[in-house]
């Protein structure tokens, strides 16, 4: 099984930015697109951002867009998410997932652990 971790979640108040990383060791990186997805307690999991596997297209929810920007270095098997101007409503589990280029969790093959994103009023 492919091995992702995600890092750099953390407390932040509202307004302030989290870079969140996701690492994927190996020389398949670059043969996945890249998705973001958010999970907050008693919902359901549900789509931020994804990256294609060139890194040249991107596309992101409606909640996030202007705020989030997602990029990936695929020298250094890593894809990152740029979160700004976070908000309460923001607080979530962040996972990182490796498949097809989608907005849908089943298109997603390998996935990480997720990171705890805090965000205080």
């Known amino acids: 099984q492919v091995q992702l971790v995600e890092s750099g979640g953390g407390l932040v108040q509202t307004g302030g930015s989290l870079r969140l990383s996701c690492a994927i060791p190996?020389?398949?990186?670059?043969?996945?697109?890249m998705g973001w997805f958010r999970q907050a307690p008693g919902l359901e999991r549900e789509f931020v951002a994804a990256?294609?596997?060139?890194?040249?297209?991107?596309m992101y929810a409606d909640s996030v867009r202007d705020r989030f920007t997602a990029a990936r270095d695929n020298a250094a098997n890593t894809v990152y998410l740029q979160m700004n101007s976070l908000k309460p409503a923001d607080t979530a589990v962040y996972y990182c997932?490796?498949?097809?280029?989608?907005?849908?969790?089943?298109?997603?093959?390998?996935w990480g652990r997720g990171t705890q994103v805090t965000v205080s009023s």
């Open positions: 190996g020389r398949t990186f670059s043969s996945y697109a």
């Open positions: 997932a490796a498949g097809s280029y989608s907005r849908v969790l089943r298109d997603y093959t390998y």
């Open positions: 990256i294609t596997r060139s890194g040249l297209s991107t």
